[in-house]
């Protein structure tokens, strides 16, 4: 499994969704760091 970090990876969003969702709901412990982190992103927390 290859795994990205939110800085590594939400300003590429045009990146394949889709299969980083699929990811997400076949791995429940990375679906919740993305949780913490998209969280993060969507304050503006960028440090």
């Known amino acids: ?3 990205m970090t939110c800085e590594n990876f939400v ?3 045009g990146l394949p969704t889709i299969a ?3 990811t997400l709901e076949t791995d429940p412990g990375l ?3 993305w949780e913490v982190c998209l969280s993060s992103m969507l304050k503006g927390d960028e440090s």
């Open 31 to 33: 679906s919740a760091a």
């Open 1 to 3: 499994m290859i795994f």
């Open 11 to 13: 300003p590429s969003l």
């Open 20 to 22: 980083v969702i699929t």
